[in-house]
């Protein structure tokens, strides 16, 4: 592991009061917790973070990780993201920077890193803000990440990392969703109106604890806390949801006009099929009025509706990503499913099972999708693996039965539009080498 040099008053020059009093909380209390031993038990697998996510929503499914690939952690945290994506770029030719301006956090990341044996770290504890007088030069892929709404001047944060952003690269971005926050933002003013500036951060913790066990049921935070399991974490995550000295959050249309600010185009939502509001609307009514709006005002529809996206994270690029398609016969389909080798035998299974009935439920971490069948649809799935092109699943399962390629591709596109909208299902290029899955991942360790 490579150890950066640390930069004096890191991120200062940015409201000095402000960005000492984040630095002194993430120095003493390190968020989110993480006990490195446990990486023995697990490995956390943020979506954006996934190669397989980033190949098909960035570089169109064409991206070979097996070719110089520069990453950079813009606020690393303790370690979920740098972590993640040093695993699945452990044999390959990858640099990656992690960043942060706590040396507590890092040090936790550092130590989960060192479980996990991973040596294709940099580290550097620092501020974004500085990233001018680094020189680390452009990166291929930034994440971001939890980092941005706590800056006084986050537009001034976003045109830093897009000056260090490849002109082809893309960037991961979380910031928090305004309105299923209202309850957090409402309880944190309530805190701040009862201390004094004689209050220490251990009397700050204990009255927020205090006033939790004593809320009104007709409070705002009481009606929506089941949504935030921070409160939960203790005192790094009491403290980073209710006392945190600089919070703001975005609405959609906010997020949208914030990142065309910096002159980036947003090409993918994680978890985007909770943004569309058909699903939660009656579609005969609504529909048609639906069929008029873009992507960014059904979005800002779907918000307000849902009212339970507390954060909104986003894949942003300077020009918009082109998409792999479903009829581009070399690109490979697999699932993006941590153990994918036992679903793809169960999705075969379902449509064999169930190609009279005409429908299927595939369930998956607690959760349904419910997805047309057919005998094409069968046919197809028996050979979907992750390794072959759609033109070979075609050409095996027309050789293997009596369906003709057009109704094995018509079965497979509809089969294929349900699983990618709830993000299950990419697409890359045959010459792209398939990246590891989070089960073969993770059983690196144990082999170790």
């Given at each position: 592991?490579?150890?950066?040099?640390?930069?004096?008053?890191?991120g200062e020059q940015?409201?000095s009061?402000?960005a000492?009093?984040v630095?002194d909380?993430y120095e003493s209390?390190p968020?989110?917790?993480r006990?490195?031993?446990e990486?023995?038990a697990?490995?956390?697998?943020p979506?954006?973070?996934?190669?397989d996510f980033?190949?098909h929503?960035?570089?169109g499914?064409?991206?070979d990780?097996?070719e110089?690939?520069?990453v950079?952690?813009?606020?690393g945290?303790?370690?979920?993201?740098v972590?993640?994506?040093?695993?699945q770029l452990?044999n390959d030719?990858?640099e990656?920077?992690?960043?942060d301006?706590?040396?507590?956090?890092?040090?936790?990341?550092?130590s989960?890193?060192?479980e996990?044996?991973l040596?294709?770290i940099c580290?550097?504890q620092?501020?974004?803000l500085?990233?001018?007088q680094l020189g680390?030069g452009r990166f291929?892929?930034i994440n971001?990440?939890g980092v941005?709404?706590?800056?006084q001047d986050?537009?001034?944060g976003l045109?830093?990392l897009?000056d260090?952003?490849a002109?082809?690269?893309?960037?991961?971005?979380?910031?928090?969703g305004?309105?299923a926050r209202t309850?957090v933002?409402q309880l944190?003013?309530l805190?701040?109106?009862?201390e004094?500036d004689?209050?220490t951060?251990?009397?700050r913790l204990s009255?927020?604890r205090e006033l939790?066990?004593q809320?009104?049921?007709?409070n705002?935070f009481q009606?929506?806390k089941a949504?935030?399991g921070?409160?939960?974490?203790g005192?790094a995550?009491?403290?980073?949801?209710?006392?945190?000295?600089?919070?703001?959050?975005?609405?959609v249309?906010?997020l949208?006009?914030?990142t065309?600010?910096?002159?980036l185009?947003?090409?993918?939502?994680?978890?985007a099929?909770?943004?569309?509001?058909?699903?939660?609307l009656d579609?005969?009514l609504?529909?048609?009025?639906l069929?008029?709006q873009s992507?960014?005002?059904?979005?800002?529809?779907?918000?307000?509706?849902?009212?339970?996206?507390?954060t909104?994270?986003?894949?942003?690029s300077r020009?918009?990503a082109?998409?792999?398609?479903i009829?581009?016969?070399?690109m490979?389909p697999s699932?993006?499913i941590?153990s994918?080798?036992?679903a793809y035998a169960?999705?075969h299974a379902?449509t064999?099972q169930?190609q009279q009935?005409?429908?299927?439920?595939f369930?998956?971490?607690g959760?349904?999708l419910?997805?047309?069948?057919?005998?094409?649809?069968?046919?197809?799935?028996?050979y979907?693996?992750g390794?072959?092109s759609l033109?070979?699943?075609?050409?095996?399962?027309?050789?293997?039965?009596?369906?003709?390629?057009?109704a094995?591709?018509?079965a497979?596109r509809?089969?294929?539009?349900?699983?990618?909208?709830?993000?299950?299902m990419?697409?890359?290029?045959?010459?792209v080498p398939?990246?590891?899955?989070v089960?073969?991942l993770?059983?690196?360790?144990s082999?170790?």
């Amino acid at each position: 592991m490579v150890i950066g040099a640390t930069v004096p008053g890191a991120g200062e020059q940015q409201g000095s009061t402000v960005a000492s009093a984040v630095r002194d909380q993430y120095e003493s209390y390190p968020y989110p917790p993480r006990e490195p031993l446990e990486e023995h038990a697990r490995l956390l697998a943020p979506v954006a973070d996934s190669l397989d996510f980033l190949n098909h929503f960035g570089f169109g499914g064409r991206r070979d990780f097996g070719e110089p690939f520069r990453v950079l952690v813009a606020g690393g945290g303790t370690g979920d993201s740098v972590v993640f994506l040093a695993e699945q770029l452990r044999n390959d030719p990858a640099e990656i920077h992690y960043l942060d301006i706590s040396a507590s956090s890092m040090a936790v990341a550092q130590s989960r890193a060192q479980e996990r044996r991973l040596e294709n770290i940099c580290w550097q504890q620092a501020s974004l803000l500085d990233l001018p007088q680094l020189g680390l030069g452009r990166f291929n892929y930034i994440n971001c990440s939890g980092v941005l709404h706590h800056l006084q001047d986050p537009d001034a944060g976003l045109a830093v990392l897009t000056d260090v952003l490849a002109d082809d690269g893309v960037m991961t971005l979380m910031v928090y969703g305004q309105h299923a926050r209202t309850g957090v933002y409402q309880l944190q003013e309530l805190l701040r109106l009862l201390e004094s500036d004689a209050d220490t951060p251990d009397a700050r913790l204990s009255r927020a604890r205090e006033l939790l066990d004593q809320l009104p049921g007709s409070n705002w935070f009481q009606h929506g806390k089941a949504l935030f399991g921070d409160y939960a974490l203790g005192d790094a995550g009491l403290y980073d949801l209710l006392l945190h000295s600089q919070d703001r959050a975005y609405t959609v249309p906010e997020l949208y006009e914030f990142t065309r600010r910096a002159g980036l185009s947003i090409n993918q939502f994680v978890d985007a099929h909770e943004y569309e509001p058909a699903g939660r609307l009656d579609d005969k009514l609504w529909t048609p009025v639906l069929a008029q709006q873009s992507r960014e005002q059904r979005y800002a529809i779907g918000e307000l509706l849902a009212g339970t996206l507390k954060t909104h994270t986003v894949l942003v690029s300077r020009r918009p990503a082109p998409l792999p398609s479903i009829d581009d016969m070399d690109m490979v389909p697999s699932l993006a499913i941590a153990s994918p080798v036992e679903a793809y035998a169960q999705f075969h299974a379902l449509t064999r099972q169930t190609q009279q009935a005409g429908q299927a439920i595939f369930r998956h971490r607690g959760a349904s999708l419910s997805f047309a069948t057919s005998a094409p649809l069968a046919a197809a799935l028996k050979y979907v693996d992750g390794d072959r092109s759609l033109d070979a699943i075609y050409r095996a399962a027309a050789r293997a039965g009596k369906h003709r390629r057009q109704a094995l591709q018509a079965a497979l596109r509809t089969f294929y539009a349900t699983l990618s909208r709830r993000g299950l299902m990419y697409l890359r290029h045959k010459g792209v080498p398939r990246c590891p899955t989070v089960a073969e991942l993770h059983g690196r360790l144990s082999k170790d």
